[in-house]
């Protein structure tokens, strides 16, 4: 039987962004991405490796070198767009996020399991990492063209920042293409024997 079970969930790529290599998050809204085992090509978070940040300091000095696994940033339309009501906005635009993939069609999106898997039909697959906390950079961004909106992301975003992922098998990932998404077929980790919660 296989560990990876394929859900009836599939999220269809609304949106894509390229993130140059530099100090903004900002990304440019692309057609397509041309995705390699290092990531997107060219990119801000392009590489096999990267230094450890705040969200990993229990484990290691920060600026250690570590598997990147936060090669791509992706979040759900449908989240964004209840972050954007909650922030007072019509809309929230992707680029002001560093969102490398925008997917509509998969309810709870930030909360879907590490490890998962999205693949398009026969091509490219990437995996999940974990859920992206809300920091205060996407509120600079977002401040710099909308102000007075930028503090509001971070507490708008709880629970709703998408995920990060990695590649697993390169290709090209093109707008209008269909993700489906595979969760790892296994229970709730239960220690010491607790009741196992869904």
């Known amino acids: 039987m296989p560990v990876m079970r394929e859900t009836e969930y599939k999220g269809k790529v609304v949106w894509l962004g390229h993130v140059p290599a530099g100090k903004s998050i900002r990304a440019n809204a692309v057609d397509a991405l041309d995705l390699g085992f290092f990531g997107d090509r060219g990119a801000r978070h392009e590489g096999e490796t990267r230094a450890s940040c705040v969200r990993v300091k229990n484990l290691y000095p920060p600026g250690t070198d570590i598997r990147n696994a936060r090669q791509l940033s992706v979040l759900s339309a449908e989240e964004i767009e ?24 998969i309810p709870d999106f930030t909360h879907i399991p590490p490890s998962s898997r999205l693949q398009v039909a026969g091509g490219v697959t990437i995996t999940v990492d974990m859920e992206n906390r809300p920091c205060v950079i996407p509120g600079r961004e977002i401040e710099t063209d909308l102000p007075g909106h930028g503090a509001a992301f971070k507490p708008a975003a709880q629970g709703r920042r998408g995920v990060t992922a990695w590649v697993e098998r390169p290709g090209e990932l093109k707008l209008g293409d269909t993700m489906t998404l595979f969760v790892p077929d296994q229970r709730n980790w239960a220690p010491l024997g607790q009741p196992v919660s869904n």
């Not at 954007?84 to 993939?101: H, K, T, V, Y």
Request: charge should be negative.
């Open 82 to 105: 209840a972050t954007a009501q909650e922030m007072g906005l019509d809309r929230l635009d992707p680029s002001f996020l560093g969102a490398s993939i925008v997917l509509r069609g």
